[in-house]
């Protein structure tokens, strides 16, 4: 069976009984087993995944399907789907299984898509690499000897290798993106709110959007319409209305401004920069304004998002104390050693690094010092991105300053680890949304991605503007 880029082509196949959906499952299936070496599924769900393939072929041939009949998806192993286990890829929670869908989930299955299984994340979704999740690594399909990107590595590989239609992730510095560009695939963050995060596991609750990632624009803005929009269950879910994107046409001329703290940035790959410099010019041959600007803050958002994401993420890890959450220590003895040893044994090194970064910059000696100075850069940060945009429509870069690394060349030294996310932690400070595209292969044969940032709740643009790189 063929490489399906599109929903609407497998459809169309559908329809015309050259294939079945369950025969489609069954493709995916042996695409997973025949790739278990790259390590992006953690769980498969193979029965329930045929049983429902069955069904919605029957409401496909009655005429009755949801507009998502025919997809496949994975699902990033921290969103919730009722009834199966959701780990964070932790051994905090190892065995803990989920008590309702997430909305997103909801809103996917209502639309007759078909979900296949949990893919493997950096555990809680923390790293850039994929290589802290307590199911082992995700390799990179293009190169196994390379890491696929975090901390939605297994999303990313699990698109790439063809072992599902799309997956669907979470962004809380470039979890979609980075591994979506190194994979060759790809990878959305929407605004902050467009998307429900009730059932996502949280990390940083201000950061955190859920996203997908897909091998065409057409499935990612079919996906977009079916899971965005307000959500009683989430607060800072945003009531703003979700437009048709599929029918927003590709923008005629616009303005872009490409940030030269990034294009020119003493750490990035000299074919990385070429081939954004080639992006700019095909962008100004197809009659759009392309302006060099300059961003001040750069070197600053990267120490700004790991003080603020590490003082959320210590506040929303502490459910899992071995209670009432996750793991309880066979040693346990009274309360403070279920404390001190559950999460000792239930957390990674990464996880207990952030973790302890977090405490210590929301404690009484550092909270003015650390967390209050790193909100207010937060604000200029916005205050800046702002300006930017009152006049231009998007914001390019390279998504990352090079093609995926190869395993443990970073994995001990966690500051060149961290600024891998120089060039996509910026959407998640701001809000904005940010989307990373393939635009090239690199010597050594692995994609490299260009990102744009738009608008906020301008994802159509977005994505139309995208779909001409």
Known sequence: MENYSTLNHIVEDIKQNKITL????????DNISTHQHLNAFVEVFETEALLEADKIQ???NAGTAGKLAGMVIGLKDNICYKGHQVTASSKMLSGFESLFHATAVERLLAEDAIIIGRLNCDEFAMGASNETSY???????????????????????????????VAIASDTGGSVRQPAAFCGVIGLKPTYGRISRNGLLAYASSF??????????????????VISGRDENDATSSANPVPAYSSIMPPSKVKIAYIKECVYHEGIDSEVQSNTLLVIDKLKKLGHEVVEVSFPYLDYLVPVYYVLTTAEASSNLSRYSGLMFGHRSKEAG??????????SEGFGAEVKRRIMLGTFVLSAGSYDAYYTKAQKVRR??????????NDYDFILSPTTPTPAFKFGEKANNPIAMYLADIFT????????????????????KMPMGVQLMGRPFEEGNLMSLASLI
Do not use: W
Not at 22 to 29: A, F, M, N, Q, S
Not at 334 to 343: A, M, Q, V, Y
Not at 381 to 389: G, P
């Open 208 to 225: 955190d959007q859920i996203g997908p990632i897909t091998k065409s624009m057409q499935d990612m803005q079919l996906v977009m319409e």
């Open 334 to 343: 009274d309360l403070e050693t279920t404390f001190k040893k559950s999460r």
């Open 380 to 389: 200029l940060v916005q205050q800046k991105t702002l300006e930017i945009f």
């Open 58 to 60: 029957q409401k496909i």
């Open 135 to 165: 199911y082992g690594p995700v390799k990179n399909a293009a190169d196994t000897t390379r890491v696929s990107g975090g901390s939605s590595g297994g999303a990313a590989v699990a698109v790439q290798a063809d072992l599902c239609q």
């Open 425 to 444: 932690v910026h959407a998640n400070i701001t809000g904005y949304p940010a989307i990373s595209v393939p635009m090239a292969e690199h010597s050594n």
């Open 22 to 29: 369950r025969g489609l499952v069954l493709h995916y299936l």
